[in-house]
């Protein structure tokens, strides 16, 4: 028995052609359905949890602090690269920034800063259930760590001061 006959059916069962066309419309709707059903696979199978975490600008002078309350981030979604991801800014205030000084007699003091702020943010996304390293975007989220925090029209170094992950 020929592999393709003289009529150029596969095994004598089915034309080549016919074959290919329906191998491509399997995979389309093979797409289609995993592009439909693999979140709830996902979810159903490692459940996610609320991370809220808040991220210090330490020492932001008074021009990025007039700019970040103009530009309003509350409520921005965070930018990984060139697309957004699934973490938002839920809150923002401004605090003193104090900083370490030594005194005439060697003494170091904690002094309030004149002129320079610190931004803080509190920003939520979703993780997996019992992960050993949650991350927004591609950044891993630690406290203690530096994390780049980025909107659409925002960008800067922060540092993690609190991670909560809630159920």
Known sequence: MKIINEKGKLFGLINIVDLLALLAAVAVVCGIGWKLLAPQVAEAVSPTVTLTATMRVRGATPFLVEEVLASEQVGKKLVSGN??????????????YVVQVQCADGRIVNSTDPVKKDIVFLVETRVTKDTPSPKIGTQEVRMGRTFILKTNDFENTCNIDSVVISE
């Open 83 to 96: 697309s957004y991801v699934d973490a938002e800014i839920t809150d923002m205030w401004i605090e003193d």
